[in-house]
């Protein structure tokens, strides 16, 4: 199995948990949290800001003492936008779940300086990116145009034998203007779940270069290189995908031989 494939994962509490030291790198961490109605789940950091993203359910949210209310709405990622919570480095927070509740918990260096924020879904933007077959539906949760130290954090709805992340582009370089080194997790659901697709992560000089079948609840990693991913027919794709780096942009870079699909 590929090191950069994170098999989902059956049971409650944190059933994933990506952090720089575990997977290899410097910026990203990522955890998922599934819980039935009544438990909790808790975390925060001194040095790392954190996004926390309502995928499914309903839940309490309390954040340094403060009580934010019941917060979520949706009961699958593939309806609607979601409510998320801004929560700077140094603060702990917590969440009671009302309904069975999937939490996604988005994580990058900070210092604190920012305040606490609810994210709502009505606050959201949302585009239509590609043509044809390579059509997906992209809502910006913590876009660069929105306050954050480190993270940026966007969903992607990819229908069923559509391409995704394509053509080919990377984030690897601290080269600006003209690229960002962005790290970046993928986290992907399917509808209907026994659906599957395909990710491929790699570089020019295919010294990295991993195909792998992705699953309902899969999180794969993507450290360097092009990362495109594809749902097969039947089957809608949904990711959350987490990036963060040196500085707080995405440029990315397409690879070459597959820009001409872009004027297509």
Not at 150 to 172: A, C, F
Not at 189 to 208: E, K, M
Not at 236 to 258: C, I, S
Request: aromatic residues 10%.
């Amino acid at each position: 199995m590929s090191k950069l494939l994170l098999k989902h994962k059956q049971g409650k509490g944190r059933i994933l948990h990506v952090t720089p030291e575990n997977a290899g790198w410097t910026y990203v961490g990522f955890d998922v949290w599934k819980l039935d109605k009544g438990q909790s789940a808790k975390g925060g950091d001194k040095t790392r800001e954190t996004c926390l993203v309502f995928i499914t359910g309903k839940g309490r949210v309390t954040v340094d003492g403060k009580d934010l209310g019941i917060l979520g709405e949706r009961m699958s990622p593939f309806e609607g936008k979601p409510w998320s919570v801004y929560v700077p480095a140094g603060a702990s927070w917590s969440i009671s779940a009302e309904t069975p509740l999937e939490l996604g918990v988005c994580t990058a260096p900070g210092t604190g300086k920012l305040p606490i924020r609810v994210i709502s879904p009505d606050t959201l933007g949302q585009e239509t990116r590609g043509k044809g077959t390579n059509v997906r539906y992209v809502t910006n949760i913590l876009p660069e145009t929105e306050p954050a130290e480190s993270l940026l954090v966007v969903e992607v709805i990819t229908p069923g034998g559509h391409t995704s992340s394509y053509p080919p582009h990377k984030h690897d370089q601290d080269d600006l203007p003209r690229e960002s080194l962005l790290e970046e997790t993928y986290y992907h659901r399917f509808n209907p779940s026994q659906g599957f697709g395909f990710q491929r992560v790699y570089t020019d000089d295919r010294s990295l270069d991993e195909a792998m079948a992705i699953e309902d609840g899969d999180v794969t990693l993507v450290p360097k290189g092009y990362h495109p991913c594809a749902a097969i027919h039947g089957y809608d794709l949904y990711y959350l995908n987490v990036m963060a780096g040196p500085k707080r942009t995405w440029k990315f870079h397409n690879a070459k031989e597959h820009e001409w699909l872009i004027a297509r």
